[in-house]
């Protein structure tokens, strides 16, 4: 039977509700059974968190490296900068420094593979800024860190709905300079790779939303319909890949269209995000793509105005933990499967002069047989 999954949790902003969605998710009954959790925190933070949210019974390991680790324990990595200030709703530097320096270690840590999934809680994109990162949230960070070359691709998902997004965390009005046919193909081709080795799907469908009001009316509203998505379309179906549209955005959610396909491609941000928050409420996940390790997160924020309250819902929390442990698992059997395929044989046509030599040895043989 295979060792239990380490889980690897970043505690995110100290101010916000990761630690209670942490403790909610790791702390259930059983859990410790199913995966062996290893956070990335702050011991004082964590037992303040114990006694003020209502987890007395709770019992920490503390470690100083993910390698000390024990199944059926919570293990808590202790982070060894100046520890913050606990100051619950607040955007704080001392606070973003300490998100920060979790992401830093835990990231060694699955390099080193002390932990084989990452679930990363949420941070405050404004207090983690500084000089040394300047990144707008954890998909790029990870990209750096961990894509070796390649950039990740961020995921919503559920069980039932996975939305991709083409363009993360840039400016409404960049949106447009990045919408190229090379960048679509590469994105389509990525997200159906994800679906088959990372979601079990043998041959996704995938949809391509327009990025136009009505798909750019034929071209009345704008041209990059035409111009660039239809064009991308056409070659990736010309390639193998299965993908259709581009479709409206707001028809192709509205009428539920979206229930037709394995995987859906947003042009930017919102445009995928504020659909699938409406449809898979408090369930969804993020997952990044494309990575070398499987990284997910809930698809919530810090959520400061309920901070320390114990008003948080830990379902997105519980269910990147689930889903990461899910993906894997996929991808394990997937590589597995693949790691050692039948060697194709190719019997290369002989030459017309090779031929006819053969047919007169085969000849003279069957002659020497008759005699």
């Known amino acids: 039977m295979d060792n239990p999954v380490k889980v690897g949790i970043t505690h995110g902003d100290i101010n916000g509700v990761s630690y209670e969605i942490i403790l909610k998710a790791v ?12 956070i990335f925190g702050v011991p004082y933070i964590a037992e303040e968190a114990k006694e003020k949210l209502g987890f007395p019974n709770v019992k920490f390991n503390f470690i100083t490296d ?25 955007v704080r530097k001392d606070a973003g420094h300490s998100a920060v320096e979790a992401l830093e270690t835990a990231v060694e840590a699955l390099k080193n593979n002390t932990i084989d999934i990452l679930v990363t809680a949420p941070i405050s ?12 949230g954890h998909t790029e960070f990870l990209s750096a860190r961990l894509g070796e070359g390649k950039e990740a691709m961020m995921i919503l998902c ?52 327009s990025l136009n009001p009505h798909a750019g009316d034929g071209g009345l509203i704008g041209s990059e319909e035409e111009d660039i998505l239809k064009p991308a379309i056409n070659q990736l179906m ?15 959610f509205g009428h539920g269209s979206y229930k037709k396909y394995d995987g859906i491609l947003a042009m930017y941000h919102d445009q995928g995000l504020a659909p699938f928050k409406t449809i898979a409420t408090s369930g969804g996940v993020n997952f990044s793509a494309g990575l070398p390790y499987v ?17 948080a819902d830990a379902t997105s929390m519980r269910d990147a933990i689930y889903m990461g442990i899910d993906i894997y698992r996929r991808r394990r059997t997937f590589e597995g499967a693949n790691s050692n395929p039948l060697k194709k044989y190719v019997h290369e046509k002989p030459e017309r002069g090779e031929k006819l030599e053969r047919f007169q040895n085969r000849n003279e043989q069957n002659q020497d047989a008759d005699d």
């Open 27 to 38: 702390a259930e009954e059983g859990m410790t059974e199913l995966f062996t959790p290893v």
């Open 66 to 90: 993910a390698s000390e680790a024990k199944d059926g324990k919570i293990n808590i990595v202790a982070l060894k900068d100046k520890e913050p200030e606990l100051h619950p709703g607040e």
């Open 125 to 136: 994109k404004e207090s983690v800024q500084s000089e040394t990162f300047t990144f707008p």
């Open 158 to 209: 559920n069980d039932n709905l996975r939305v991709a997004l083409l363009t993360k965390h840039i400016p409404v009005s960049r949106i447009a300079e990045h919408i190229t046919q090379d960048n679509v193909v590469e994105a389509v081709k990525m997200f159906s790779d994800t679906l088959k080795k990372d979601f079990g799907i043998v041959r996704p469908a995938i949809a391509v939303l």
């Open 238 to 252: 010309q390639e193998g890949v299965l993908a259709f549209g581009p479709f409206p955005a707001d028809g192709f």
């Open 295 to 311: 990284r997910t997160s809930p698809d919530h924020g810090t959520a400061f105005d309920i901070a320390w309250k114990g008003e």
